[in-house]
């Protein structure tokens, strides 16, 4: 059984928006410091944004005030909101957590977003 599935990836146009979902098994509060990466063709995999603790989050500097993370407490979604979109954007992007019972980390299986006009 999948612990972490990413959806809502797709093809959008420069400065459009895009929302991705990932769908937890079980509660999302199994997870610790969850949050969001991303990997371009042929580059290695990088952090966008994270849920270290509580509702804070952090998110590299390139996708500051542009990408916004969430989650229903309690539940088990974790959503990133992506506004003005650019084409650098375009990667896989994967969900991730630390699995606290099972003490690692886990990851999505990826969902594409390309920004092209």
């Known amino acids: 059984q999948a612990q972490l599935v990413e959806s809502g990836g797709g093809l959008v146009q420069p400065g459009g928006s895009l929302r991705l979902s990932c769908a937890a098994s079980?509660?999302?509060?199994?997870?610790?410091?969850v949050g969001w990466y991303r990997q371009a063709a042929r580059y290695e995999r990088e952090w966008v944004a994270t849920?270290?603790?509580?509702?804070?989050?952090d998110y590299r500097d390139s996708v500051k005030g542009r990408f916004t993370m969430s989650r229903d407490n309690g539940g088990n979604m974790l959503y990133l909101q992506m506004n003005n979109l650019k084409p650098e954007d375009t990667a896989v992007y994967y969900c991730?957590?630390?699995?606290?019972?099972?003490?690692?980390?886990?990851w999505g299986q990826g969902t594409q977003v390309t920004v092209s006009s």
């Open positions: 991730s957590g630390f699995l606290k019972s099972q003490m690692r980390r886990v």
């Open positions: 849920i270290a603790s509580g509702d804070s989050a």
């Open positions: 079980g509660s999302l509060s199994r997870f610790a410091d």
